[in-house]
């Protein structure tokens, strides 16, 4: 079947959610296969797309994961028999078995089979299978369903429709900060020690007040920004294990181990070693690593004693298909240089004095954007693994594309949070007027892709006509919305006019 390989992956999901298929389905090997549950759709964007599944195959009954593919050989061609996030499948669903092999391997070796679609569903589904390909073949040429038909609105309504949603994205951001904020008062008022101790915060709490004593806690400030941008630095692959962490390895712990001159060795061992990518297996095949690794190890048996929180496991982590310098460990050493910044060097003062004192916002901007290029240094310079060193040599720990990413969505909601809780309504007009008036030439092939196909060329770079178009695409494209979209309701409803 030629064009099995356009079909997107998500139909073949809806195959397996509703189990049409027309006859039993069998191994290659003649095994019977029946599908007592077929699970629940994974969360985890490196792991399985469905997670504990119930299926009996011949005689034995298997509880795990079921992974879903094109072909046979996406495999090991998606790394999954690197990967020991698979280690738990106990069936390979594709759509066509290209190298007729039907069985795959897990990292520990174990035997999975893996099941052909093609072969058990009925002529129906076959003919729907192809007409998903064209359908597929539409969307990689546009995001926007509607692309045919938006110069039926202005320019300058589509340009005012995003500007609103930027906002309201904006305000999201705000909202979760806030949330956060008071979550983090509400523990440290309680003695609650997070993750440990599960909680809810009380509506009454939520709804109060934030007193002007609360607000001047700083290491309320700093831990709400820390977790934010270490959130940031992991991108979407990372985001969540990285927000973990920063809340496992907390600002009071890391006070702890802030000794004079050595906060960053020290800050690296432990969230290394926390975050479960420095174990016993680690082993240097280079002398730069060999004399790394003992001095990571040295530092924790001297600290550990300090941390009583959560430990979590290199498995937690997503490699697949990251870049050198996108690799958890260059994210982490870039975030304990912020952490440097924000403790020892007063970061949440410094873009408090710049926000307010600095009148020209071009300049503002590009002033709060070099406190966080970081550039790379020492042994993560030429390294992005444990093990051993790289041909490629990492530059920078954080660059000016991940910075600018970081201003749209942590910096500027963070700072307009804060003067709105401090009643500086002045400052906080002034951050909106960064959103709006700051272009940022940011490398999205998402938003370029939105962008054309609205056809608002260079307000595309527009801070807040970036943020309005992600909120377009996520929560009204991607959903099919079209009918609570404004530009959806008027070209749709345009259109049928002429009909």
Not at 82 to 87: A, G, I, T, V
Not at 241 to 246: D, P, Q, T, V
Not at 426 to 438: D, F, G, M
Request: net charge neutral.
């Amino acid at each position: 079947m030629s064009t099995a390989g356009a079909i997107a992956e998500k139909f073949l999901y809806e195959i397996w959610k509703n189990q049409e298929f027309k006859k039993e389905i069998h191994t290659s090997e003649g095994d019977k296969i029946e599908i007592l549950e077929r699970g629940v759709i994974g969360t985890d964007t490196g792991g399985p797309d469905f997670k504990n599944a119930r299926i009996k195959i011949g005689n034995i009954t298997y509880v795990g994961d079921v992974e879903i593919d094109n072909f046979y050989s996406d495999w090991k061609n998606h790394g999954h028999h690197l990967n020991p996030r698979f280690n738990k499948v106990i069936l390979h669903a594709v759509l066509e078995d290209d190298l007729k092999r039907g069985v795959v391997f897990t990292k520990d070796g174990r035997k999975v089979p893996s099941v052909s679609f093609f072969d058990f569903i009925d002529s129906t589904l076959q003919d729907s299978f192809r007409d998903a390909v064209k359908s597929e073949s539409h969307c990689r040429v546009s995001k926007i369903p509607c692309k045919q038909l938006i110069e039926m609105m202005s320019e300058t309504e589509r340009v005012e429709f995003l500007n609103r949603l930027g906002i309201d994205r904006f305000k999201k951001k705000c909202e979760r900060l806030a949330y956060r904020l008071k979550e983090l008062l509400y523990m440290q008022e309680m003695k609650i020690k997070e993750p440990d101790i599960n909680y809810d915060i009380p509506i009454e709490y939520l709804e109060r007040r934030v007193t002007y004593d609360e607000l001047n806690k700083k290491d309320i400030w700093n831990q709400l920004l820390y977790e934010n941008v270490f959130e940031a630095l992991g991108y979407s692959q990372n985001k969540i294990i990285m927000r973990k962490l920063a809340v496992a390895a907390d600002v009071p712990f890391l006070r702890k181990i802030n000794k004079a001159g050595e906060f960053k060795e020290n800050a690296e061992s432990a969230l290394f070693i926390i975050g479960g990518l420095l174990n016993e297996n680690s082993k240097a095949t280079d002398d730069a690593s060999v004399e790394y690794l003992r001095d990571l190890n040295e530092r924790w048996l001297k600290i550990n004693n300090l941390y009583d929180g959560k430990y979590f496991e290199n498995e937690d982590w997503s490699y697949f298909r990251l870049r050198p310098q996108n690799f958890p460990a260059i994210r982490i050493a870039g975030g304990v240089r912020i952490l440097d910044l924000l403790l020892n060097h007063n970061l949440l003062q410094v873009l408090i004095k710049k926000s307010t004192e600095i009148a020209n916002l071009e300049v503002l901007v590009s002033s709060i954007r070099s406190v966080f290029v970081i550039k790379s240094d020492g042994y993560w310079s030429s390294h992005y693994v444990f093990d051993k060193s790289n041909n490629v040599e990492i530059k920078y720990f954080v660059g000016s594309s991940r910075v600018d990413e970081m201003l749209i969505n942590v910096i500027l909601p963070f700072l307009y949070l804060y003067y709105n809780l401090f009643g500086k309504k002045h400052y906080a007009s002034k951050i909106l007027k960064v959103l709006t008036n700051i272009k940022f030439d940011l490398d999205n092939s998402l938003i370029k892709d939105v962008a054309e196909s609205l056809g608002v060329g260079n307000s595309s770079k527009s801070a807040l006509i970036y943020q309005g178009m992600i909120e377009l695409f996520r929560h009204y494209c991607t959903k099919d919305k079209c009918e609570e979209c404004e530009i959806g309701d008027k070209v749709f409803k345009m259109n049928s006019l002429y009909d």
